[in-house]
């Protein structure tokens, strides 16, 4: 049971590029999100999805996209990499809002 | 939307000593108050959680405890180890579609 998989671990990118951070899940969630964790931020949500098809936005969805097709996958896009997109973004899925959420590895992400 | 903060920023103790991090919570309404532990260069995982119907909960050297009406929470760790050195999220949630909030974060450092 693999859980939370994300990939890239590690990403440069020069301003201006896209870029897509892939995340799949095999435990059959509903609930899927994505975070960026910046140094003394904490956890800040970025998008988050409550079923195939349905996403939303969280407190910092500024120059992300995110898409739902299928119960597995959660991919976040970076339009256009900023240098304030550095950071290191987690992903994370449950069944419910109120039960325990399941971390990935995390992406570290560098914008050059 | 919730707001939680968390304090304190950082905890240093000696190997032994108990460590207690606070949060409050600002949304009456939240009824789900889970506690992660994120070691170095890993995504957060769940050590503990507690529900709204409940004051407090132990799980051998850690418990949470809740008050309601203050609107706060805490993470009680006794009998520190080296090994419980991490960063600790405390987050609130209230069901539905609401994905919880989390706090900035307790770097936890237990000195030998």
């Known amino acids: 049971n693999a859980g939370v998989t994300q990939t890239p671990k590690f990403q440069v990118l020069k301003t201006g590029q896209s870029m897509t951070l892939q995340c799949a899940q095999d435990?059959?969630?509903?609930?899927m999100s994505w975070y960026r964790q910046d140094p003394g931020m904490g956890l800040r949500l970025i998008h988050y999805s409550v079923g195939a098809g349905i996403t939303d936005q969280g407190e910092v969805p500024n120059g992300y996209n995110v898409s739902r097709s299928t119960t597995e996958d959660f991919p976040l896009r970076l339009l256009s990499a900023a240098p304030s997109q550095t950071s290191v973004y987690f992903c994370?899925?449950?069944?419910?809002?109120?039960?325990?959420?399941?971390f990935g590895q995390g992406t570290r992400l560098t914008v050059v | 939307g919730e707001n939680v903060e968390q304090h304190p920023s950082t905890l240093s103790v000696q190997e032994g000593d108990s460590a207690v991090i606070k949060c409050t919570y600002s949304d009456s309404a939240s009824n789900y108050f889970p506690w992660y532990k994120q070691e170095l260069g890993k995504g957060p995982q769940l050590i503990i959680d507690i529900r709204s119907n409940v004051g407090e909960k132990k799980d051998q050297r850690i418990a949470v405890t809740l008050n309601k009406t203050a609107k706060h929470f805490s993470l009680h760790i006794t009998e520190t180890q080296p090994e419980d050195s991490a960063v600790y999220f405390c987050?609130?949630?209230?069901?539905?579609?609401?994905?919880?909030?989390f706090g900035r974060g307790t770097s936890l450092i237990v000195h030998p």
């Open positions: 987050a609130a949630s209230k069901g539905g579609s609401y994905i919880p909030t």
């Open positions: 994370a899925s449950s069944e419910g809002t109120r039960t325990e959420a399941f």
């Open positions: 435990m059959n969630h509903e609930y």
